[in-house]
C-alpha cells in the first residue's frame, strides 16, 4: 500500500516538473514578442516596426537639414540688381538725343546707341571706357574745338561746353572767340565782330540777324545756319 502512494506521488511530481517546465517556455516566449511601455505590456509586432521607421528616418532627415542649414549656413544666391539709365548724348555722333541704356555701361556703348562717331568727331579725346551714369549728359567734341584746347580740361569731357547747345550747336549770344570761330567761314575778325555786335545790341534774337554783323553775307549765313542758335 505504502509503495503505491509513493509511486503515485512521484507520478505527480514528475508531472508538476513538466508542467513548469512548460510554463516557463510558454512565458518566456511571450516575454520575446512584448515589451512594456508605461508599465503595460505591448505587443510588438513586425508591422509596427515598419511604420515606426519611416518616421524615424524623416525625423533623422529633419535634424540634419536643419544641422546643415545652421552649421553650413545654406544661403540661397541673389541675383545683383539689375536696372536701366539715361544718357544724352550730343556733340559730333550721327544722332544725339536721350538713350535708354542698361545700368553699367560704358561712353563707347551710349556713343553706339546715338549712330557712332562722325568723321568730324575727336573721339580721341573722350575717355570711352568710362562708366556712363544716369541722367549724365555725354558731349562728344569735334576735331576743331580740340585743336583750340576747349577739351583740355579732363572735367570738361563728356559734358557740354559753356556756349554750346546740347545738341552741338553754338550759341550766338553766349559762345566764346574761339567758339564762334569753329564755325564754317568765321574768324578770328569775323567772330570778335559777333561778340561787339551782342554787346551793342543786348544779343542775338534770331539767327538770321548774323547777317547784319559787319562781314558777314548770306553765303556765310546759309554755311553756318544749321550750326548756330541764339
Known sequence: MCDQMQEKLHAVRVILAVLSVVISA??????????????ELVEVTEEKVTEDKPK??????????????????IRESVPEETGTIYVHVCGEVASPGVYE????????????????????????????????????????????????????????????????????????????????????GIGEAKAASIISYREEHGGFQRIEELMEVEGIKEGVFNKVKDQIKI
Open 101 to 184: 541704356l542698361p545700368a553699367g555701361s560704358r561712353l563707347y556703348e551710349a556713343v553706339a546707341a546715338a549712330g557712332g562717331l562722325l568723321d568730324s568727331a575727336a573721339g580721341e579725346r573722350l575717355n570711352q571706357a568710362a562708366e556712363a551714369g544716369d541722367g549724365q549728359q555725354i558731349y562728344v567734341p569735334s576735331r576743331e574745338e580740340a585743336a583750340l584746347g576747349l577739351t583740355d580740361d579732363p572735367a570738361s569731357l563728356g559734358n557740354i561746353p559753356e556756349g554750346m547747345a546740347e545738341d552741338g550747336r553754338i550759341s550766338l549770344n553766349t559762345a566764346s572767340k574761339e567758339q564762334l570761330m569753329t564755325l564754317s
Open 56 to 73: 524615424e528616418e524623416a525625423k533623422e532627415t529633419k535634424e540634419t537639414g536643419d544641422s546643415g542649414a545652421e552649421g553650413g549656413k
Open 26 to 39: 510558454v512565458v518566456s516566449g511571450c516575454a520575446g514578442g512584448q515589451e512594456r511601455d508605461g508599465g
